[in-house]
């Protein structure tokens, strides 16, 4: 427990908050963009669901990260997609996608959820 006295804790904590904070902010577009078109009373209950929906998704997912990581050579297999992904991204040929709104309330919360498991990352 002396960790919790230490100003590097303290420091490296506030990094990831803030590193997170920062990089949640496509979760908000997602989340705003799935309930545009739900009436404001669906629109609260898809935010709220949606929200808990996906960070009981993404605790589920970092325990499982956490048990993959163990798993030898499972890094090197990791950053050789990350190449493959990156140099995706370097060529272009990305065309944006429209999300259309949804209607209803499942609609809506199964898109929060599915997006926030897509756009998922660790810090």
Not at 11 to 34: P, R
Not at 56 to 82: E, N, Q, W
């Amino acid at each position: 427990m002396a960790f919790l006295s230490s100003p590097e804790f303290w420091i490296a904590l506030s990094q990831i908050i803030l590193i997170n904070i920062v990089l949640s902010g496509d979760n908000a577009v997602v989340i705003a963009l799935a309930c545009r078109s739900l009436p404001p009373t669906q629109q609260k209950k898809a935010i709220i669901f949606g929200s808990v929906g996906a960070i009981v998704l993404r605790i589920i997912l970092t325990f499982f990260a956490v048990y993959l990581l163990t798993l030898p050579y499972l890094k090197l297999v990791g950053a050789v997609l990350l190449l493959w992904i990156g140099v995706g991204l370097l060529k272009g040929d990305d065309g944006e996608e429209e999300m259309e709104g949804h209607s209803n309330l499942a609609a809506a919360i199964k898109t929060i959820v599915v997006a926030d498991l897509v756009m998922s990352r660790t810090t």
